[in-house]
């Protein structure tokens, strides 16, 4: 560090230091207590000097960072981040509290953000002491680590170590200014042989420093003013040079309307894993090393104890002891000062994680980077957005978090719907604060599961969403009007109008609703109409939840169901393998639709949105007849595709619309000899396949079953290669129990013909029941029951055991024609297909 001297540092003292630095932080404290300067400069933009004083403000609680960001193009932005433990910080701090000019040297916001590249020294870009920077345009550059160089010349491997080694374990010395001298020289040394390191775009920032400098000096007078940068740059701020020749550097350079402010930042965005260019290894451990009064290595023991123990493992406070000898022996095996993070962790996985890495990751996670969210004071500057947004999660008591954390909600009450209405708008903005997640308890309406997680780029986002209004409300309205102008697919407007319902925005549903409207009866694709309809359906089931009149919005759905109901028969028909599939989750999608949908009609569940139809519209108790009409004449027609035609007769059997016979005459229909193989293998794969429960269907009807292994046994061989594919696709989706029950089936046969007039009659079990069998059980059924008069059995049981079991539909109906009799052959086809 130059203490005195000509040219630009004159009379300035250069602190270089590395961001983020605890071992740096100490220093810097120290060298200001002992020089006391009239002024502190920091790099930083400018546009930042007015927000100092919210440093020493009780409400400002770091980690925390100064966000610029274009005014016309909030998305254009750039933050810079500011820990405990930076230097920085620890110099705006000292200064403020003692009443010392702070100001901010580094290039400006606005003429940062008008480049292409990262602003230099924010995240994502440069400016780091490690040599982070952009490089000279059009130059492949190669980027140099200064730490790296340096830990590499000394022997070491591993740059962190080297650090924590010469710097965070060095003894408090008694020259405060030495370390500062010696990180000096060593830049130097780096300069003079890697000149700019491949960060180009630092000579233009390093020429605006020494601009900046040498007006601070002549203000405050020589000796006065510190300087706290990255070590990378204290020799060109060492360097002399004209200020005709920095200026010409500056010259020209384009600038754009910024604003600045304070937002919360996390630990875990300080981590270089998080894509920072200036980030470090461990911000948690980083953190404590800065804090700890003394006995760091023991405090960080107690720590990880009390995040296993909170973990429900069972660590003591003589596994605290031993980890501490174990990191202590280990740092003087190594030769090293102090046991650094890699003893302790060491330590740590051998001692109270007994080995194992699992958890030791969650000490990692936890501790190591940790999951600290900072805060900033509400006179902190904001767009009108923000406040509004501040004040929401005040009132509705949702406190912005680092952790991930799930948040159940009951809509019945006003809280907690108020609180799924504010996440909802934010989604529909596009600040992820909250994404739905599956509930593990209720699955009802009422209730809705949201995981929360607050990362400091959503207050970006939040910037960009003000220009769509200065309230959550209005701005949600007015981005949901755009994008359903703007949007071209109809399955996306119903997706949206869903979305709007969902956000309670009235004032943004008729615009949805019109263009929802205009592009259904303008898009004639029955995959795209079937593709629409359930989202709008379930709009009107949120709509009802939610007490909000839905009427046109029913209008709209009844009025797709029916362009559905005309065009798919004949959408249906000449497909291939892919779109037979595709068109089957349609008629799934379709037919789930329906059933919410006649729910809403007059006489129907509707609540508020009980006049889907409309006032006297007679449409909504017809749409599940017309729904069942048009998946019989799918199951008929022989063009339409197997897999839907399969689908259709187990939907309307699944239904109560098509008696057993019927459907077993259809699928003996469609498995006749007469029948393509492979179109046989789609119309099983529609019938009991895709997760639609079809295993247990054959379970406890082994007529259908008696169907399929007839046909299956008459497959020709080669046929039987071809098919096997798909047969083993649509079985394989079975339970293991299931697929192993149907063996057995096919293995013994059919039942005896005729329904069974005794026993319990369960495919797979015997018509009779062995009475002396189960006799034999009955003691220790009651022993089990703690009943007493366990020896023997009361009079009647026999007569009693069979009578509650009800006998499954179809169950014990022979087979007809070929099935009757199942072959040899068919039960190892079968076999192979499982």
């Given amino acids: 560090m130059t203490r005195s001297g000509e040219g630009a540092e004159s009379g300035a003292l250069l602190l270089g230091v590395r961001h983020h630095g605890p071992g740096s932080a100490r220093a810097v404290r120290a060298a200001l207590d002992a020089v006391l300067p009239d002024a502190v400069l920091v790099e930083g933009p400018p546009e ?65 953000l008008a480049r292409t590249e990262e602003p230099a020294g924010a995240e994502g870009g440069g400016g780091a002491s490690e040599g982070d920077g952009e490089a000279s345009a059009g130059e492949e550059a190669v980027r140099v680590d200064p730490l790296a160089v340096l ?12 650090w924590e080694d010469v710097v965070e374990h060095r003894a408090t010395e008694s020259d405060a200014l030495a370390p500062f001298e010696a990180l000096g020289d060593a830049m130097e040394a780096l300069r003079e042989t890697y000149g ?125 002891i031993e980890a501490v000898r174990l990191a202590d022996t280990l740092a003087a095996m190594r030769g090293r000062p102090l046991a650094g993070l890699t003893e302790t962790t060491d330590a740590v996985r051998a001692v109270m994680c007994e080995g194992s890495d699992v958890p030791l990751a969650l000490v990692h996670d936890k501790l190591v980077v940790g999951d600290v969210l900072g805060e900033v004071p509400e006179s902190a500057p904001a767009v ?41 708008r934010l989604r529909l903005l596009g600040v992820g604060w909250g994404e739905p997640a599956r509930s593990r308890g209720s699955t009802g309406t009422f209730r809705e599961t949201w995981r929360l997680r607050w990362e400091p780029e959503l207050s970006v986002r939040v910037a960009e969403a003000g220009v769509w209004g200065t309230t959550v409300l209005g701005a949600a309205t007015g981005k949901a009007s755009a994008d359903a102008v703007g949007t071209g697919a109809l399955a996306d407007v119903t997706a949206l109008a869903e979305r709007c319902l969902l956000a309670e925005l009235p004032d943004a ?181 895709g997760g639609s429960g079809g295993g247990m269907l054959l379970v406890h009807d082994q007529r259908l079953l008696g169907l399929v292994d007839a046909w299956l046994s008459g497959v020709s061989d080669e046929a039987f290669i071809d098919v096997l594919p798909l047969l083993r696709r649509t079985f ?35 018509e009779d029941l062995d009475a002396e069998r189960a006799d034999a059980v009955v003691p220790t059924v009651r022993l089990l029951l703690g009943l007493t008069g366990a020896g023997t059995a009361p009079a009647g049981a026999d007569a009693g055991r069979a009578g509650p079991v009800a006998e499954p539909a179809g169950t014990g ?22």
């Fill in 732 to 766: 394989s989706a079975y339970e293991p129990g299931v697929r192993r029950t149907l063996g057995e089936l096919v293995r013994r046969g059919p039942a005896t013909a005729g329904p069974p007039t005794t026993g319990l009659g369960i495919p797979g079990f015997a």
């Fill in 151 to 162: 830990a590499e010349t000394a022997g070491y491997d591993d740059p962190e170590r080297w």
């Fill in 384 to 424: 009108p957005l923000q406040r509004d947004l501040t004040r929401l999660q005040r009132r509705l008591r949702l406190k912005p978090e680092a952790l991930d954390r799930e948040l159940e909600l009951d809509l019945r009450k006003e809280t907690d719907a108020a609180r799924s209405t504010l996440l909802h």
């Fill in 813 to 834: 109906a022979e087979p007809t024609g070929a099935g009757a009799e199942p072959t040899e052959a068919g039960a190892g086809r079968a076999g192979a297909a499982r």
């Fill in 196 to 320: 700019d390191g491949g960060h180009g775009r630092d000579l233009i920032r390093e020429a605006y420093m020494r601009l900046q400098t040498r007006a601070a000096v002549r203000e405050f007078g020589a000796g006065r003013v510190a300087v706290v940068c990255g070590a990378w740059h204290v020799p060109a701020l060492r360097r002399r040079t004209t200020v005709a020749a920095d200026r010409a550097l500056l010259k020209g350079l384009p600038k754009v309307k910024a604003e600045m402010t304070w937002v919360p930042w996390t630990h875990r965005r300080l981590s270089r894993t998080s894509g920072y260019g200036a980030g470090i290894v461990s911000p948690g451990w980083y953190g404590h090393l800065f804090s700890a009064p003394d006995r760091p290595v023991e405090r960080w023991m107690t720590k990880v104890a009390g995040l296993l123990r909170d973990e429900d493992r069972l660590v003591s406070s003589a596994h605290v």
């Fill in 509 to 689: 549903l008729p615009v949805v609703m019109r263009v929802l409207a205009d592009r259904a009866a303008l898009d004639a694709d029955v995959g795209h109409l079937a593709q629409a309809l359930p989202a709008l359906v379930r709009s009107l089931r949120y709509g009802d939840v939610r007490g909000t009149d839905t009427a046109a919005l029913g209008e709209v759905a009844l009025g797709l169901a029916e362009r559905v109901f005309v065009g798919l028969p004949g959408a249906c028909a000449g497909l291939d393998t892919d779109a037979a599939l595709e068109m089957r989750g349609h008629v799934d999608a379709v037919h789930q639709a329906v059933g919410l949908l006649g729910e809403f009609g007059p006489g129907g569940a509707g609540g508020a949105g009980g006049d889907v139809a409309g006032p006297g519209t007679e449409a909504a108790p017809d749409v599940r007849a017309r729904w069942w009409s048009v998946l019989r004449l799918l199951a008929q027609r022989d063009a339409v595709a197997g897999v839907v035609r399969g689908r259709s007769v187990r939907l309307l059997l699944d239904s109560g619309e098509l008696a057993d016979e019927e459907a077993a005459r259809l699928m003996g229909l469609a498995l006749s000899r007469g029948s393509e193989p492979a179109e046989g293998a789609a119309w099983i794969e529609g019938f009991v396949g």
């Fill in 48 to 112: 930042a000097d007015p927000l100092v004083g919210l440093a020493a403000d009780e409400g400002m609680r770091p980690p925390v960072a100064l966000l610029a960001h274009v005014v016309d193009e909030p998305g254009r932005s750039a933050f810079w981040p500011l820990a405990e433990f930076s230097p920085e910080w620890v110099a705006i701090r000292w200064a403020v509290g003692r009443g010392v000019p702070v100001r901010f040297i580094d290039l400006p916001a606005a003429q940062s």
